[in-house]
Each structure stands twice: as C-alpha cells, then as structure tokens.
C-alpha cells in the first residue's frame, strides 16, 4: 500500500516539477500558461467527468450518491462553522476577513481535486469527486460570494462560470439511463480527459513560478491557513466519518471526501476578490503558500487515511 501511494504522489509531484521547470527556464509564456488552464477547465476536465458517467451502475450506485452528496454538503457545513469561529482569532481587517474564511473553506477541488481522485481511485474517483464539487458550487456561489464580496450571489452562474456543473449534470444522465455512448465518442472521452492530470499539473508548477517567496514568509496568517486548510480540515473529516464504516458505507466514499478536503486553497477566491474588489493579492498568495505546503501535507492525510480506512489493505 505504501509504496503504491508514494509512486503515485511522486509522479504526480514529477508533473509540477516539469511544469515549473518550462515555465523558470521561458520555454512556455505566460499566455500559453493561462490558455492552458482553460483547455483544463472547459475541455479535458468536463469530458473526463462525462466519462465517468459511463461506469456500470451496480446495485448499490443510487445509495452511493446519496451518501457521497451527503457527506459533502456535511462537511462543508461543519468547515464553514468551524471557520466562522476560528477566524474571529485572526483579527483580519477589512475584506481581508471574508478572504481567509475562503481561503480555509474552498479548497482546488477542481483542478487538483479531480486529477488526484483520479489517480488513486481512478474513474470511480473522478465520479464521487463530481458530486463533491457539485456542492462546492452551491456553496461558492451563495456563502463565498457573499463573504468576498457582501452580496448574495445567485445561482444562475452555477452553469455560465462552472463547466464541471453542466458537465456533472450530463454525467448524472448518463449514469441514471446506463446508455453507453458509441464506441468513437467514448474513445475521445477517455482519451481527452486522461490529460486532465498531466496537464493540470503541469499548470500548477508553472504558477509556482511566480512566487513571491519573502512575501510569504512575512504573512504570518498564511501559515494558520495551511494548517487550518491542509491539515485540520481533512483530518477531522476523517474522524468524524471513520464510524460511518461501521454503518456499511463505502469505505471509498469517505476516502475521496477525504481527498477532496485535503486540496489546497482554490483559485476562484482570487478571482472574485479580483473581481469584487476584495484583497486579491492576500487571496493570491495564500493559494500559493497552501500549494507549496500542500507537497508536504497530502502524502500524510491520504497515508493517515489509507491505514485508518483500508488498514494493512
């Protein structure tokens, strides 16, 4: 079990590296860097939920849903309580307050969330890790927005802003009707969306290039949000669900709510404050100082994880 872990993390780690390396050396613009992310976003990230529909629904597909949507909208319940009450220790003046609470509460779950369930639950990963970040859209775009920006956001930009919302929805008919598309189209399925990890983290190491190391190290708030975000959070998760087990719940479930908690900060808190006019710099670098710590906290959540779960398995 240990070795396989390790050799799936050290690859995946392997693909940042690479990234960055192309990126510090000039072999890719910056521009190329952000067209990149969207042909993540907008392509190979939604055909590889699509996919993930086509699985063989068993008997027990429709209890697993329930589950996994419930486990979801329960944890981001209790992270959003448990922030609320932690950040009042902060101190955090202006919009600076409701970026933290963000930072804490909306992990990648997207664009490194998919790509890591994918690698270590594969297909039947990418399909659990939809229904998460279903709730995560649901949450975002009411309690984030609202915190950035003081407004109440609204849900019709769930599917004009988020291409894994539509893509999950057409996910979720596919698997209700178990129709398998013809053979071409599931083909240009699997293919385009077996890019989604490589080039996902190819995407994050370049944008550790752009570091501001000395920046990072001053902010002392930065490093309660990665503990808080990167350790914290996944590691209560796994507490308060490991008696699930016992209830018949499918161990895998709770491994990919597991995984999903354990991402680093999210990329769309930078973007609304940006464009909220909320503290974008703040939000930027405390993404990137949980990315950077993220190397270090994953292998020991998802080890913790693996042994409390599957034991010696």
Not at 18 to 40: C, H, M, N
Not at 168 to 194: D, N, Y
Not at 205 to 216: A, D, F, K, S, W
Not at 298 to 305: F, G, H, K, N, Y
Request: with cysteine; charged share 10%.
């Amino acid at each position: 079990m240990l070795q396989s872990v390790l050799s799936q993390l050290a690859a995946m780690f392997m693909m940042v590296g690479t990234g960055y390396l192309v990126a510090k050396k000039g072999i890719v613009s910056e521009r190329f860097q952000s067209d990149l992310a969207e042909l993540v976003l907008w392509v190979a990230l939604p055909c590889s939920i699509v996919e993930s529909g086509t699985l063989d629904s068993g008997p027990d597909a429709l209890n697993s849903i329930l589950w996994m949507t419930a486990l979801s909208v329960a944890s981001y319940a209790l992270v959003i309580l448990a922030t609320e009450l932690f950040s009042r220790r902060m101190c955090l003046k202006g919009s600076r307050n409701g970026v933290f609470k963000c930072l804490i509460v909306f992990a990648n779950t997207a664009f490194v969330g998919y790509p890591v369930c994918s690698l270590l639950l594969g297909s039947k990963g990418v399909f659990y890790a939809s229904f998460f970040n279903m709730i995560f859209s649901l949450f975002f775009f009411t309690y984030g927005v609202k915190r950035i920006s003081g407004r109440v956001g609204g849900f019709r930009i769930l599917f004009t802003q988020d291409p894994g919302m539509a893509a999950t929805v057409v996910m979720l008919i596919l698997f209700a009707a178990q129709w398998k598309p013809p053979e071409l189209i599931r083909t240009f399925l699997s293919t385009v969306g077996a890019t989604c990890t490589p080039l996902s983290m190819f995407v994050v190491g370049c944008m550790l290039t752009r570091v501001n190391v000395r920046q990072l190290l001053r902010e002392k708030s930065y490093y309660a949000l990665a503990a808080f975000r990167l350790l914290a959070v996944p590691l209560f998760a796994l507490l308060v669900m490991l008696p699930l087990v016992k209830l018949g719940v499918d161990k895998d479930i709770i491994f990919a709510v597991i995984i999903m908690c354990a991402m680093p900060a999210g990329s769309l808190t930078a973007i609304y404050s940006e464009k909220y006019g909320a503290d974008a710099s703040y939000a930027s670098g405390g993404i990137v100082h949980t990315m950077i710590c993220f190397a270090l906290s994953l292998p020991m959540v998802i080890l913790t994880a693996k042994w409390a779960l599957y034991g010696g398995a």
